[in-house]
């Protein structure tokens, strides 16, 4: 089993930035991907960004260039810089790990960007 904590997110104005971070803990495998998604209300979840366990990175078009995903290994924590917030990026937000094709969900955070 695999726990997910996030943490951050909030209210912020069009043009803001916010900080999202995700801890994961338990039977963590060195090989893994972990991921951002965020979902609004009558939509399917979607993908934001994809960070592998060798720091490679992948985003939606939507967010490239706004959003930057990282990851520490030592803590087993993924993180997601969104700059110039626009009011479309308000979602909740789930971070997502996977390995050995099991998947695991954090329980969601609220971004909110206000125009």
């Known amino acids: 089993q695999v726990q997910l904590v996030e943490s951050g997110g909030g209210l912020v104005q069009a043009g803001g930035s916010l900080s999202l971070s995700c801890a994961a803990s338990?039977?963590?495998?060195?090989?893994?991907?972990m991921a951002w998604y965020r979902q609004t209300p009558g939509e399917q979840r979607e993908l934001v960004a994809v960070?592998?366990?060798?720091?490679?990175?992948a985003y939606a078009d939507s967010v490239k260039d706004r959003f930057t995903a990282s990851r520490d290994n030592a803590k087993n924590t993924v993180y997601l810089q969104m700059n110039s917030l626009k009011p479309e990026d308000t979602a909740v937000y789930y971070c997502?790990?996977?390995?050995?094709?099991?998947?695991?969900w954090g329980q969601g955070t609220q971004v909110t960007v206000s125009s």
């Open positions: 338990g039977s963590i495998f060195s090989i893994n991907v």
């Open positions: 960070v592998g366990s060798g720091g490679n990175t």
């Open positions: 997502n790990y996977m390995a050995l094709g099991v998947n695991y």
